[in-house]
């Protein structure tokens, strides 16, 4: 258990939030500490994520929502709305069970860009947060009173990116 739990945001139009945040997952469970990730806006798995913490059960849980495909920024279907708002409400319950030392609300900043979520409500979640547990929100274009809130906001950059170039995810890697 950790004396002092943070709250961290990783946001930014770079590649590597989410790695970012399993890194520090795969960190955590090294060390004996339980996580569990839910995953906004992440149906059609599974990915590489998912299978690396069925072998690493009983510490790492990771909780993938969302419908499969894109979410439609400019008129979200309901669906995505609802199923949003369930992963919100997980993610309060992971906070408030007492199982987990960090947990870890991926693409929870995009949900809240793409309107399926009220920032206020992640702000409720913030402020919910027991004092032992890490907490880390993770996808683009973060809301700046989430930003505000954290300990700790790490953005990243792209420069460059094969994706560009034509390059589709590819399977152990991005996905």
């Not at 990730?37 to 299978?51: C, R, W």
């Not at 510490?59 to 309901?78: A, S």
């Not at 919100?88 to 007492?98: D, F, I, N």
Request: aromatic fraction near 6%; include cysteine; proline fraction near 3%.
């Amino acid at each position: 258990m950790l004396e002092k739990g943070y709250i961290q945001v990783y946001t930014g139009n770079g590649k590597g939030k989410t790695t970012a945040a399993l890194g520090l997952a795969f960190r955590a469970v090294g060390r004996g500490l339980r996580v569990c990730m839910i995953q906004f806006m992440k149906g059609g798995g599974p990915y590489g994520e998912h299978l690396a913490a069925e072998k690493l059960k009983p510490y790492l849980t990771i909780i993938p929502t969302g419908r499969e495909g894109w979410v439609r920024r400019d008129n979200p279907d309901p669906e995505d709305v609802r199923l949003a708002n369930e992963a919100l409400r997980m993610g309060r319950e992971a906070l408030a069970v007492g199982e987990y030392d960090l947990v870890i609300l991926d693409e929870v900043n995009g949900a809240v860009s793409f309107g399926l979520l009220d920032v206020d409500d992640v702000l409720d979640l913030m402020r919910s947060k027991p004092a032992e547990v890490e907490l880390v929100l993770t996808g683009r274009n973060a809301h700046e009173k989430v930003m505000k809130a954290a300990d700790l906001v790490t953005e990243m950059r792209e420069i460059k990116h094969y994706y560009k170039a034509g390059v589709a995810s590819r399977i152990g890697i991005e996905k």
